[in-house]
T-cell receptor, first 112, second 117 residues
Framework: QKEVEQDPGPLSVPEGAIVSLNCTYS??????FMWYRQYSRKGPELLMY??SSGNKEDGRFTAQVDKSSKYISLFIRDSQPSDSATYLC????????????WGLGTSLGVNP | GAVVSQHPSWVICKSGTSVKIECRSL??????MFWYRQFPKQSLMLMAT?????????EQGVEKDKFLINHASLTLSTLTVTSAHPEDSSFYIC?????????????FGPGTRLTVL
């Protein structure tokens, strides 16, 4: 079993839809949870960062962490064609040089 | 803030030659940088962790003598692919850790696409 599981998709939605992206994990020591967006042939761009459990909102993006279920989510409201990209979850714990453990990434397409 | 650059953005070389990729943190000092490679439609694979002024820590299965990493200053790390072969063709991405902010989050460069003929 991988430490972080993420459905690679692809996920296709119409413009304006609410998108829900998820990751599950097995290591209860993870404390830092991140979502990155990666456009084709580009480096990942940090979207959201959350420490421990809870919700965090930034514009159209909301990140949720449920440590009891070992489950994290990223919600995108009013999705736009420019949101079409691969979304990667990543997480780490305080030790191990804060090495990031990555999900496979979910490919999202938002259709105009 | 937290901008990381990479140079070159793409490179094509002949088999057997060496290629150097630079990674710079432009507006912050990074004591720790990371090097990843990514194959098409796959996630990032960590190759090594680079700490300024010390030897890099390589992940299991990554050849130290083939992928030479130097982190000589707080804003520059380099990855040299020595005696490159076609199987080394990949997308190489560096990241830099911004200490004390957002859990020491990593910020990524734009990547370097290496093609070995």
């Amino acid at each position: 079993q991988k430490e972080v599981e993420q459905d690679p998709g692809p996920l296709s939605v119409p413009e304006g839809a609410i998108v829900s992206l998820n990751c599950t994990y097995s290591n209860s020591a993870f404390q830092y949870f991140m979502w990155y967006r990666q456009y084709s042939r580009k480096g990942p761009e940090l979207l959201m960062y959350t420490y421990s459990s809870g919700n965090k909102e930034d514009g159209r993006f909301t990140a949720q962490v449920d440590k009891s279920s070992k489950y994290i989510s990223l919600f995108i409201r009013d999705s736009q064609p420019s949101d079409s990209a691969t979304y990667l979850c990543a997480m780490s714990h305080a030790g191990n040089n804060r090495k990031l453990i990555w999900g496979l990434g979910t490919s999202l397409g938002v259709n105009p | 803030g937290a901008v990381v650059s990479q140079h070159p953005s793409w490179v094509i070389c002949k088999s057997g030659t060496s290629v150097k990729i630079e990674c710079r943190s432009l507006d912050f000092q990074a004591t720790t940088m990371f090097w990843y490679r990514q194959f098409p439609k796959q996630s990032l694979m960590l190759m090594a962790t680079s700490n300024e002024g010390s030897k890099a820590t390589y992940e299991q299965g990554v050849e130290k003598d083939k992928f030479l990493i130097n982190h000589a200053s707080l804003t520059l790390s380099t990855l040299t692919v020595t005696s490159a072969h076609p199987e080394d063709s990949s997308f190489y991405i560096c990241s830099a850790r911004l200490p004390g902010r957002a859990g020491d989050t990593q910020y990524f460069g734009p990547g370097t696409r290496l093609t070995v003929l």
